[in-house]
């Protein structure tokens, strides 16, 4: 199994969640975070004071999967999330020791 | 029928002589019964408007400048802010009932009131000729009572996101006592020092509060932000406007509320109140736009708070003009004000470095002086004939009309009103000072003044 955490662009939310969807994966988990890579923020100005708002809003996403799945889940949420501009996130993928279902106690595969 | 045949003519011809006796009273009669119809309706007409003007003006405290001020803080103050100006629509009301219309509105000496109208004796429907003549007296009382709320409560801008709750309460209760009520006074009370229209010997035009309103409360927001000291990380740190959204709500009620400020000073539902409005009207338009081009240019984009900002500046300066200019230099005067409140609050705060939070002083204390000095440029008879001489003779009043020497007198005006609220404001300061403390400590501070001062958060998103 592996869980692969995806910072996208929040309006690329429904794309990547409909990508996916279609793959036949519809369980994540997401969360609105905030940051910053190359990016580096913009300026506001209000009544002539400047501020540079560095940490930007972004959605990260976080799904556990098969491994053998992993390639083609990624490759999914490139293609929706991709603008081709800076900003547009990164995706980590890491080994998961195992997975419980609270409900009924299911390990393994079977669970996520 | 014969018989009434013979006799009808001759009724006839007897008739004139009893009608003509009876006549004279009965078309007497009439004429009273008239009179009083035609009085009645007027106060009817003009009573409706000034309570409708004293409503709109309410809604420009709270919630009108509460939602322009609060969307300007950081989130953590935003209720304590709006508090500031909330509270006071309950505060400055009892004073005003026990003593404060008194000593702004009671008596005729040129500096002060007095105690005749003290717990609104003799305060009913019967209308006090010296202020208006054809409204209750208790609606010119409640009308004016709108202005003092507004007045201490434009000052918050200075201090907010600092003073304690309480030195606030303490500082508002003193300050209307020490500088507005006797402001008001000298402007707009009968015999009043600077009262053109009641034999003031520094005959100053201020239609609806340029000097008793704004200057005041401009210029005392500029000595509390001064003395207080700067907000805890300014002016590097992050201040932003939490919510810009509900000041642009704000300040469209504020237009909407000032129609009632402006056009309501008139006192009655006339021609000049008409004229008020359409200054009012057309000089935030004229600001609007000219802060926003100012802005545009300097800074590369036209912002949302420079045009809010640009219609309040406006506002602030056709305000002592309304009544007495006509449309086209009511828009000159908005424009004027737009380019100086803009370099007011983007470089001469700045180059001072005086944290006036929410441009307080940038906004009201300038525009309220620049809108009473070209109130005596543009002032003029064609729109305000009440100004007239021992023969009844209509007088010149600003430079437009050939009488230059109003440019002083509105000088003298501001001198008084600027000199009133910077001694008046530091003694009171200086009081709240040693007696319960003016500012709160840094941990409150940085907690945020909504936690500290009153347990509570303006945004719950977990319930």
Redesign the interface.
């Known amino acids: 199994m592996k869980k692969i955490e995806a910072i996208i662009q929040p309006f690329k939310l429904d794309d990547v969640k409909e990508a996916l969807k279609s793959i036949g994966i519809d369980g994540m988990t997401i969360a609105e975070v905030r940051g910053h890579g190359r990016q580096k923020g913009h300026k ?6 400047e ?1 540079n708002v560095d940490l930007l809003p972004k959605v990260k996403l976080e799904l556990v999967v098969p491994s053998e799945r992993t390639d083609e889940i990624v490759n999914t949420i490139i293609a929706a999330a991709r603008t081709g501009k800076i900003g547009d996130g990164k995706i980590f993928v890491y080994e998961v020791q195992q997975a419980i279902r609270i409900r009924n106690d299911d390990r393994g595969e079977s669970a996520i | 029928m014969n018989l009434l045949t013979r006799i009808g003519p001759l009724a006839l011809l007897a008739a004139p002589a009893s009608v003509w006796a009876q006549a004279a009273p009965d078309i007497n009669a009439k004429l009273a019964a008239l009179e009083a119809a035609t009085k009645s309706a007027q106060t009817a007409g003009d009573n409706a408007w000034m309570l409708v003007s004293s409503a709109l003006v309410l809604m420009m405290t709270a919630p009108g400048l509460a939602l322009f001020y609060g969307g300007l803080v950081r989130r953590k103050n935003v209720l304590s802010t709006m508090m500031h100006s909330f509270i006071l629509m309950a505060v400055v009301t009892v004073i005003w009932a026990v003593a404060g219309y008194s000593l702004a509105f009671g008596g005729s000496s040129p500096y002060f009131g007095n105690f005749q109208f003290a717990f609104l004796d003799g305060v009913g429907a019967t209308p006090n000729a010296d202020y208006a003549g054809t409204i209750p007296h208790a609606t010119f009382m409640v009308y004016q009572l709108m202005f003092a709320i507004i007045t201490p409560a434009l000052i918050s801008g200075a201090f907010a996101e600092r003073m304690k709750f309480s030195a606030m309460l303490l500082f508002t209760v003193l300050w209307t006592f020490v500088v507005y009520f006797p402001m008001a006074h000298m402007v707009w009370g009968k015999g009043g020092l600077l009262n053109a229209f009641s034999g003031g010997r520094i005959p100053c035009f201020d239609f609806a509060g340029g000097t008793v309103v704004h200057i005041t409360s401009g210029v005392s927001a500029l000595v509390c932000a001064i003395y207080l000291g700067k907000r805890v990380g300014f ?1 590097s740190g ?4 939490h919510n810009l959204v509900i000041s642009t709500i704000g300040a469209g009620m504020l237009w909407v509320g000032w129609f009632g400020f402006n056009a309501g000073s008139a006192l009655a539902a006339n021609g000049l109140a008409t004229s008020a409005f359409v200054a009012t009207h057309f000089g935030a338009a004229a600001a609007t736009l000219a802060w926003m081009a100012v802005e545009w240019v300097d ?1 590369g ?1 036209p ?1 949302v ?2 045009a809010i ?1 640009g219609c309040v500046a406006g506002l602030v300066a056709i305000t002592p003009a309304s009544g007495f200019v006509k449309p086209f230099p009511a828009m000159a005067i908005g424009i004027c004000a737009g380019v100086l409140c803009y370099f007011m ?3 001469v705060k ?1 180059r001072f470095g005086y944290d006036d939070a929410l ?1 307080a002083f940038g906004v009201h204390g300038a525009g309220g002086t620049l809108g009473a000095l070209l109130t005596g440029i543009f002032a003029t008879s064609a729109i305000n004939d009440g100004l007239k001489n021992a023969a009844g003779k209509v007088q010149p009043l600003g430079l437009v009309d050939g009488n230059g020497g109003q440019i002083l007198n509105q000088f003298g005006g501001v001198a008084i009103a600027w000199g009133l609220a910077i001694v008046g404001t530091l003694a009171i300061l200086k009081i709240v000072d040693v007696t319960v403390g003016l500012r709160v400590t840094k941990e409150q501070e940085s907690d945020g003044l909504d936690l500290s001062m009153h347990n509570e958060e303006g945004y719950i998103f977990e319930s």
């Open positions: 506001e100005v209000y009544r002539g004071q501020y | 002016p992050a201040m932003k406007p800074a984009k912002s708070l420079g900002s609050v983007t470089r700045r441009d």
